[in-house]
């Protein structure tokens, strides 16, 4: 299933429905603001899949360890 874009007013406007659908449909979405990614809603079972994903690598996937400034 392709994420479905949505803007931060439409998830304020549309919050249960769309929390809804990530966590019962498995409906993924990429919220944006002024135009630009970021942030993505998954249901708890897709996020602790790529969690799992993720153990055992050397690579921390957690904004934390990540540089995130505008460059």
Known sequence: MEPKTISVTELRLSAAEILGQAGYVG????????????????GVEEYEKLMHSWRGRDEDPSPASRDLSLK
């Open 27 to 42: 409906q993924h979405f990429i919220v944006q603001r002024f135009g630009r990614p970021m942030v993505a809603i998954v």
